[in-house]
Nanobody, 121 residues
Framework: QVQLVESGGGLVQAGGSLRLSCAAS????????MGWYRQAPGKQRELVAT???????NYADSVKDRFSISRDNAKNTVYLQMNSLKPEDTAVYYC???????????????WGQGTQVTVSS
Protein backbone atom coordinates (compact mmCIF):
# COMPACT_ATOMS: atom_id res chain seq x y z
CA GLN A 1 0.00 0.00 0.00
CA VAL A 2 0.90 3.66 -0.40
CA GLN A 3 0.44 5.98 2.55
CA LEU A 4 0.25 9.76 2.41
CA VAL A 5 0.83 11.82 5.53
CA GLU A 6 0.12 15.56 5.55
CA SER A 7 1.61 18.05 8.00
CA GLY A 8 1.91 21.78 8.48
CA GLY A 9 -1.68 22.79 9.07
CA GLY A 10 -2.75 25.05 11.88
CA LEU A 11 -4.31 28.35 12.90
CA VAL A 12 -3.10 31.55 11.26
CA GLN A 13 -4.35 35.10 11.01
CA ALA A 14 -5.58 36.52 7.71
CA GLY A 15 -2.65 37.64 5.61
CA GLY A 16 -0.36 35.03 7.11
CA SER A 17 1.37 32.04 5.57
CA LEU A 18 1.54 28.30 6.05
CA ARG A 19 3.47 25.54 4.31
CA LEU A 20 1.88 22.14 4.00
CA SER A 21 3.86 18.97 3.34
CA CYS A 22 2.70 15.56 2.20
CA ALA A 23 5.04 12.60 2.20
CA ALA A 24 4.27 9.37 0.38
CA SER A 25 5.63 6.13 1.79
CA UNK A 26 5.15 2.40 1.55
CA UNK A 27 5.47 0.18 -1.45
CA UNK A 28 6.04 2.75 -4.20
CA UNK A 29 7.29 1.94 -7.67
CA UNK A 30 6.41 5.20 -9.38
CA UNK A 31 4.51 8.37 -8.59
CA UNK A 32 2.83 10.45 -11.23
CA UNK A 33 0.79 13.54 -10.47
CA MET A 34 0.45 14.85 -6.94
CA GLY A 35 -2.09 17.36 -5.76
CA TRP A 36 -3.81 19.26 -3.00
CA TYR A 37 -7.55 19.47 -2.46
CA ARG A 38 -9.58 21.08 0.29
CA GLN A 39 -12.98 20.69 1.84
CA ALA A 40 -14.68 23.38 3.88
CA PRO A 41 -17.60 22.58 6.21
CA GLY A 42 -20.78 21.98 4.23
CA LYS A 43 -18.98 22.15 0.89
CA GLN A 44 -17.68 19.67 -1.63
CA ARG A 45 -14.02 18.82 -1.88
CA GLU A 46 -12.35 21.08 -4.43
CA LEU A 47 -9.09 21.20 -6.31
CA VAL A 48 -6.44 23.56 -4.98
CA ALA A 49 -3.36 22.69 -7.07
CA THR A 50 -1.72 19.82 -8.89
CA UNK A 51 1.78 19.10 -10.14
CA UNK A 52 2.95 16.46 -12.60
CA UNK A 53 6.08 14.38 -12.26
CA UNK A 54 7.68 16.75 -14.76
CA UNK A 55 6.81 19.82 -12.71
CA UNK A 56 3.86 21.25 -14.64
CA UNK A 57 1.41 22.94 -12.30
CA ASN A 58 -2.26 23.81 -12.26
CA TYR A 59 -4.11 26.02 -9.76
CA ALA A 60 -7.66 26.86 -8.84
CA ASP A 61 -8.45 30.45 -9.78
CA SER A 62 -9.15 31.28 -6.13
CA VAL A 63 -5.55 30.54 -5.07
CA LYS A 64 -3.54 31.65 -8.10
CA ASP A 65 -0.79 34.14 -7.23
CA ARG A 66 -1.12 33.24 -3.51
CA PHE A 67 -0.36 29.51 -3.35
CA SER A 68 2.56 27.61 -4.83
CA ILE A 69 2.84 23.84 -5.24
CA SER A 70 6.16 22.05 -5.53
CA ARG A 71 7.55 18.55 -5.12
CA ASP A 72 10.72 16.71 -4.21
CA ASN A 73 10.73 13.54 -6.28
CA ALA A 74 13.64 12.07 -4.35
CA LYS A 75 11.60 12.31 -1.15
CA ASN A 76 8.20 11.50 -2.70
CA THR A 77 6.95 14.69 -1.08
CA VAL A 78 4.68 17.47 -2.29
CA TYR A 79 4.47 20.92 -0.72
CA LEU A 80 1.92 23.70 -0.74
CA GLN A 81 3.16 27.17 0.18
CA MET A 82 0.17 29.30 1.09
CA ASN A 83 0.60 33.07 1.35
CA SER A 84 -1.83 35.93 1.89
CA LEU A 85 -4.27 33.53 3.51
CA LYS A 86 -7.92 34.51 3.74
CA PRO A 87 -10.69 33.26 6.06
CA GLU A 88 -12.29 31.57 3.05
CA ASP A 89 -9.20 29.36 2.77
CA THR A 90 -10.27 27.65 5.99
CA ALA A 91 -10.73 23.95 5.24
CA VAL A 92 -9.30 20.50 5.68
CA TYR A 93 -6.53 20.12 3.12
CA TYR A 94 -5.92 16.73 1.55
CA CYS A 95 -3.11 15.58 -0.67
CA UNK A 96 -3.39 12.85 -3.24
CA UNK A 97 -1.25 11.05 -5.72
CA UNK A 98 -1.49 8.62 -8.58
CA UNK A 99 1.04 5.89 -7.96
CA UNK A 100 1.98 2.35 -8.87
CA UNK A 101 3.14 -0.24 -6.36
CA UNK A 102 5.24 -2.18 -8.84
CA UNK A 103 5.69 -3.56 -12.33
CA UNK A 104 2.41 -5.03 -13.45
CA UNK A 105 0.42 -3.18 -10.81
CA UNK A 106 -2.10 -0.65 -12.10
CA UNK A 107 -1.83 2.97 -11.11
CA UNK A 108 -4.18 3.93 -8.30
CA UNK A 109 -5.32 7.11 -6.61
CA UNK A 110 -4.33 7.52 -2.98
CA TRP A 111 -5.47 10.13 -0.46
CA GLY A 112 -4.02 11.41 2.78
CA GLN A 113 -6.04 11.85 5.98
CA GLY A 114 -6.09 15.63 5.76
CA THR A 115 -4.75 18.53 7.80
CA GLN A 116 -6.84 21.38 9.17
CA VAL A 117 -6.09 24.93 8.10
CA THR A 118 -7.95 27.68 9.93
CA VAL A 119 -7.58 31.33 8.97
CA SER A 120 -8.94 33.86 11.45
CA SER A 121 -10.12 37.32 10.41
Amino acid sequence: QVQLVESGGGLVQAGGSLRLSCAASGRIFSINAMGWYRQAPGKQRELVATITSGGSTNYADSVKDRFSISRDNAKNTVYLQMNSLKPEDTAVYYCNTVASRGVGFPRALYWGQGTQVTVSS
